[in-house]
């Protein structure tokens, strides 16, 4: 949704220092849109545009700006501005923000905050990483139970400006303990005489500080909530996380997880870097630690194939099939991990039902393996002419089918049985596993039929 | 958040007919949580518990509830009572739940709903599938644009119970054309006697109706909206999609990326089925597609190796070295496709940007390439002293990581190019390319190495 055609009328009303209807102008945007615009001028002409929206339109705009050009901002404003912009930017982002800013640009500015402010930064950033904890903001609603519909009301009307939804309240009690939850539906459709503890829903649905983010994110998808309440070990109320960073959290994690699956990182990352914005020695750091441990680990290929050399030598052509089968074992393994990995990801299957689940990935191995073992059988049959190859190709896909759903299942299971995310369990790895072993079955099979019942 | 404790009180408060203590006892509680309940109880506790809801709050629990569940409760109610429950239900489910019920059941039904709601069901039935309109409901606010901010208010408070969200409105002209968008909160916030027209925000961010899913709600990730807005050809709101919705698009799209990533799927099927609904017949029957196409073009290795079959005699130890260079191959390729797909899916790159993804893709490949072509070439000198294998393994590894990177980046923006889905590009058909290839590219190198200059 870029405005290709706005930017020489906003660059010429800029140039013209026209502050009047260039506030005019973006005054009908989405703070997200007014961004973009930035973002497509010139450095100068984008501060400019910043510079004449009012104090809280820059704040919201602000929060949708890259990091980069965040950080030229706030370096280029008064440090009185700087910490004025602050004050209106939501909790968590403001957090995030003094987070990454150098001293040099950070110093002037925080002493124009008030003490609170600057606890309130100090404490989000204290979190631990990947908590929901840290993904969570301060700047919610709260309400006392023993107030009226109509007094909790005026109070958000009054609160409204500096909260990041007023559509969900949570009442607490004098300790800060949360004991209660009423929506702004809710209360519109009470009766105004009525207590806030009468009209609330005592059963609150919510996230423990120290919980992992992924899974208070995956409360907000399940239950549909526009946010979700986090609670400290003593059940006080410390902060909220909200669907929209709910959604950029599941982003996150999903991206992390498809790279992982991938083979490219660690799957432990969260950091949020688009493709652009990383370096390329930035990934070649990330992929090099996997593909040289799988480089390393192929090398049991060429001990396993060095094992077999008498066969290999009493029967060369059987060297044309190995890519085939080893292959054809690293297909079956990297759909099975990629089925269990995203299975496990959503809670679909629990980690104590792996039993189960190797049965069924076993039938539905053997299944495949039958299917594609018939297939290669006939081929090299009617090819070769050779019953004794075209049984050795059948039989080692159907065994290295069962092997590789096998292994795709259990390695996964295995993970977070040692306490590991499943998801860096990857495609690559389950593949390279299944080589060595396939190569095994293979040459096993061949040993046992063409040279020990002389079928060639 | 399964409540173990609870159900062996609320199995005897439901013996005992005490309606009142169990419509007490739940009250408390998110619907999603009653449907929970409703799940972990036997079926026919499951539908005592069901039938002393209230109204409103059974058609909210009715929507947590998986598929089978609904199908049994729908049946066994009288069809005055699930048309009530269809009547109540957001627009969007009802529609799907109609679409999803037998005609034995439907037809007593359908004649209670009033003709206004079986129409709406029948319209939004009638998108076509994975487009924003088929992810719509139509239980929505809208304003007309010359009224009192105090009577939009008075409006949405007699609307709230029927609409699925009244925190965004739509003010829409005489022929529902979309032009404006205001919050509640910003309502809230406004003087009562302003008009509607003076406070709504003219710039709305929307979708349209034959619009990808995926992408309408990316908008509101990208936006942080609560809701986006989707309108027709002629620019007439038709009806929004809501960010728990939008939560459940990406999910579900998320799981056919990764499924698809790892060869299972096409990647086209949006259908929602968790790892143990589906049956082993169905997940044989969604694997195979693409094993087997694997497994038929892997036979493309096996005429590479047959036609270097003269220098596997001559020099038969090279042959220990196949899997690990397919292999190694196959990694690469894997890792690079995730990063592409991602990104593709994401948005961070552009279809055409694919010559600047692919100068960059080449330059990590050959880093890659060089780093482990020397560590190849290292470990090959020091165990077997031949420097002409040790260059033929050096040289094949850093020519296979360039090419399958270049593989690895060319398929998904082909795919693309040719209106396929990047997404349907997998790692295992991705080492498929790259290993008949590689398997050229090992085989050339020893022949230039150790044949023609002698090496060995």
Redesign the interface.
């Given at each position: 949704?870029r405005h290709p055609l706005l930017i020489p009328d906003l660059r010429e009303l800029l140039h013209d220092g026209e502050v009047d209807a260039v506030r005019d102008f973006v005054s009908?945007?989405?703070p997200?849109?007014i961004a973009e615009l930035i973002e497509d001028l010139e450095t100068e002409d984008g501060e400019s545009l910043f510079r004449v929206l009012d104090r809280r339109t820059r704040a919201d705009v602000f929060t949708y700006l890259d990091h980069e050009r965040q950080e030229q901002l706030i370096a280029a404003m008064l440090p009185r501005d700087a910490a004025d912009m602050l004050h209106l930017m939501s909790h968590d982002d403001r957090a995030d923000l003094v987070g990454r800013l150098e001293e040099n640009v950070l110093d002037p500015v925080l002493p124009h905050l008030a003490q609170a402010e600057r606890d309130d930064i100090r404490r989000l950033a204290s979190y631990a990483p990947g908590t929901a904890a840290a993904a969570m903001t301060t700047d919610y609603v709260t309400l006392p139970p023993h107030i009226t519909v109509r007094d909790a009301l005026e109070q958000?009307?009054r609160e409204?400006?500096d909260r990041e939804t007023?559509?969900y309240c949570y009442v607490v009690d004098r300790d800060r303990k949360l004991i209660g939850f009423v929506s702004?539906?809710r209360l519109?459709?009470s009766r105004r005489p009525a207590l806030v503890e009468d009209v609330m829903?005592?059963?609150v649905?919510f996230a423990r500080a120290d919980q992992d983010q992924e899974s208070a994110a995956r409360?907000?998808?399940?239950?549909?909530?526009?946010a979700i309440p986090v609670i400290d070990a003593e059940d006080r109320l410390v902060g909220i996380i909200t669907?929209?960073d709910?959604?950029?959290i599941?982003?996150q994690e999903?991206?992390a997880?498809?790279?992982a699956?991938?083979?490219?990182t660690s799957g432990a990352e969260t950091k949020e870097e688009?493709?652009?914005q990383g370096r390329?020695v930035t990934?070649?750091q990330r992929?090099?630690g996997?593909?040289?441990f799988?480089?390393?680990a192929?090398?049991l290929?060429?001990i396993v194939?060095?094992h077999f050399?008498d066969v290999?030598?009493k029967l060369?052509d059987l060297?044309?099939?190995?890519?085939?089968m080893?292959?054809?074992g690293?297909?079956?393994g990297?759909?099975?991990?990629?089925?269990i990995?995203?299975?496990l990801a959503?809670g679909?299957?629990r980690p104590a039902e792996g039993l189960r689940?190797l049965a069924?990935e076993l039938?539905?191995g053997t299944?495949?393996g039958v299917?594609?073992g018939l297939?290669?059988f006939g081929?090299i049959w009617m090819l070769h002419g050779s019953w004794g190859f075209a049984a050795v190709i059948g039989l080692a896909?159907l065994f290295i089918c069962m092997w590789a759903n096998t292994v795709g299942t259990a390695v996964p299971f295995l993970a977070r049985r040692l306490g590991i995310d499943p998801a860096v369990v990857?495609?690559?790895l389950i593949?390279?596993l299944v080589?060595?072993t396939g190569?095994i079955i293979f040459y096993s099979i061949a040993i046992l039929l063409l040279i020990k019942l002389g079928g060639h």
């Open positions: 949704m009908e945007y989405h997200g849109r958000l009307r409204a400006p007023i559509y702004l539906k519109i459709l829903q005592q059963d649905i409360q907000i998808d399940k239950y549909d909530l526009i669907h929209d709910a959604m950029d599941l982003r999903q991206t997880d498809m790279l699956f991938g083979g490219v688009t493709y652009w390329i990934s070649v992929r090099i996997w593909l040289l799988l480089f390393v192929g090398f290929t060429k194939s060095e050399k290999r030598l060369p060297a044309d099939f190995v890519p085939l080893i292959g054809t690293g297909n079956a990297s759909q099975t991990v990629g089925t990995i995203r299975a959503l679909e299957v689940v069924r039938l539905t299944l495949l299917m594609l297939i290669g081929y896909t990857s495609a690559p593949s390279t080589d060595a190569l």
